[in-house]
């Protein structure tokens, strides 16, 4: 079992940047990818970014690519979502996943945090 807890939302104004941490406990994230998703307000969840399970392959939705890193600390079990340049578009619940594969991981997923709320304002 995998319990990922996610931190770090809040409200920030447009142009301004948040790094978002999941914490993940029962398995060590070395050895499964891991991701973000997010789902805004009447909208279907989507994918933000992921990190292979040997942490050397990164993948993003193109709406956040360049404006976003994910990364992740091995010590401390954590993967991070460093965001920059902030959107009113970027305001949504933020989800940590974690799963066998970063291809596919909205699909294969086995775990998902509770989700933290990113509100950017304009």
């Not at 690519?65 to 979502?81: E, M, P, Q």
């Not at 989800?95 to 709320?117: D, F, I, K, R, V």
Request: hydrophobic share 35%; glycine share 14%.
């Amino acid at each position: 079992q995998v319990v990922l807890v996610e931190s770090g939302g809040g409200l920030v104004q447009a142009g301004g940047s948040m790094r978002l941490s999941c914490a993940a406990s029962g398995r060590t994230i070395s050895n499964v990818a891991m991701g973000w998703f997010r789902q805004a307000p009447g909208k279907e969840r989507e994918f933000v970014a992921a990190i292979s399970r040997g942490g050397g392959s990164r993948a993003y939705a193109d709406s956040v690519k360049g404006r976003s890193t994910i990364f992740r600390d091995i010590a401390k079990n954590t993967v991070y979502l460093q965001m920059n340049s902030l959107k009113p578009d970027d305001t949504a619940l933020y989800y940590c996943a974690a799963g066998p594969s970063a291809y596919g991981l909205g699909q294969n997923a086995a775990y998902w945090g509770q989700g933290t709320q990113v509100t950017v304002s304009s």
